[in-house]
Structure formats: C-alpha cells, structure tokens
C-alpha cells in the first residue's frame, strides 16, 4: 500500500524558515517523480514544486521561486521542501504527492497523496 | 500559464439525482485533464486522469469527457458520500500545473 506522511508544519514568523519532510512507502520511491502541492485555509489547490526520480529536473512555482527548495533522498525514501523567507501567504497544509508513471520525467497527475502537514506563517 | 475555470461554484443536488460538473482551460490542453474529489479534513483523491479513464476504485457512477478545452466530470447518482469538492486539473503545458477553483457538490 503506497503511503505518503507528511511532517514539519507548525508556526512560523514572517521571515522565517520551515523544513517539510514527505515519508514514503509502499512503492519504489527512487523511480517516481515528486511533488509538493498546497491548499491555504479555504483555497484551492496549488501546485508549488516537482522533482523527478534522479533530482535531475525540478520545477517551482513562480510564487516560491527562489524562496523554497524541494530535495529527496532516495536512500530514505523522503522528499522535502525547505520553505525560507515565509510570507503570510504561504500558509496552507502542504501535501506530498506522487507522480504516476515510474521511471519518467513527463508529469502527469497526482495519484497518490499524504494527509498534509499545516504551515502558518503569523507574527 | 493555464487557466482552468469550473463551473458551477456551487451545484445543489438530492441523493440519487445526476451531478454535471464543468471545466474550461484557457488553451488546449488535449485530454491530459485529471479529476479530483475532496472531502473536508482529508486529502485530494484521484478520481479521472486522461479525461475520461477512472482510476484504480472509482466507482462507475463516475464518468469524465472532453478534450481541447472544454470537459465534463458527471456523477450519473449522487450516494451520500459524493458530497464533496471536485478540482480538475490539466497537465499538458508545464510548468505550471494548473488547477480550477474546484466545485463543491452539496446536498438539495
């Protein structure tokens, strides 16, 4: 059974920085690509970030450009998503989700993803 | 950038009766649209990828059709635990992948 946990959230200052950790299981994590998508409080969904299998492509969101970096270890099979310069903005349940085809750097949908970890950034 | 605009925002249905959610993007974007459905508290599930192929335990009551731009995710007959938010999202041109405002289905 694919699961993906989430971990990391909490409070945050404006300014201030966050490391989101993604714990997978249940499938090859080394041959998947990865993402990062969040939903602020009463939003929608947002995707924010996609590493593929290798770490050899990564893609960003121009609303974190240049603030987060998304990772993985394919040792641990984990991926993260260090969140620096926080904003109000950025407050939202982050979620870890899963690229569906192994072994490919095209992305597709999500088809699975973990419960979501809480980020506020407040002073 | 991709906009995916749904429609209705909110759609009013009883239990048993049809539910025909929208979506429209802003460009072509062939037939890589997906389906979600989430329920408050709970993380997106897939529901439809390719436009129209159910995913793994989808249930046949759910049926997904279109292509180009225009794209159709209905519920033949809405069972209590359909009531839900709907988001569709295209992942034809990226970065980014887009998603609508999402739908929310609720009980008439």
């Known amino acids: 059974e694919v699961q993906l946990v989430e971990s990391g959230g909490g409070l945050v200052k404006p300014g201030g920085s966050l490391r989101l950790s993604c714990a997978a299981s249940g499938f090859t994590f080394s041959s998947y690509s990865m993402n990062w998508v969040r939903q602020a409080p009463g939003k929608g969904l947002e995707w924010v970030s996609s590493i593929s299998s290798s770490s050899s492509y990564i893609y960003y969101a121009d609303s974190v450009k240049g603030r987060f970096t998304i990772s993985r270890d394919n040792a641990k099979n984990s991926l993260y998503l260090q969140m620096n310069s926080l904003r109000a903005e950025d407050t939202a349940v982050y979620y870890c989700?899963?690229?569906?085809?192994?072994?490919?750097?095209?992305?597709?949908?999500?088809?699975?993803w973990g419960q979501g970890t809480l980020v506020t950034v407040s002073s | 950038e991709i906009v995916m605009t749904q429609s209705p925002a909110t759609l009013s249905v009883s239990p048993g009766e049809r539910a025909t959610l929208s979506c429209r993007a802003s460009?072509?974007?062939?037939?890589?649209l997906a389906w979600y459905q989430q329920k408050p508290g709970q993380a997106p599930r897939l529901l439809i990828y390719g436009a129209s192929t159910r995913a793994t335990g989808i249930p046949a009551r759910f049926s997904g059709s279109g292509s180009g731009t225009e794209f159709t995710l209905t519920i033949s007959s809405l069972q209590s635990e359909d009531f839900a938010v709907y988001y569709c999202?295209?992942?034809?041109?990226?970065?980014?992948?887009?998603f609508g405002q999402g739908t929310k289905v609720e009980i008439k």
């Open positions: 999202q295209q992942y034809n041109n990226w970065p980014p992948r887009t």
């Open positions: 989700a899963r690229d569906p085809k192994a072994r490919t750097t095209t992305p597709y949908y999500f088809d699975y």
């Open positions: 460009q072509s974007v062939s037939s890589n």
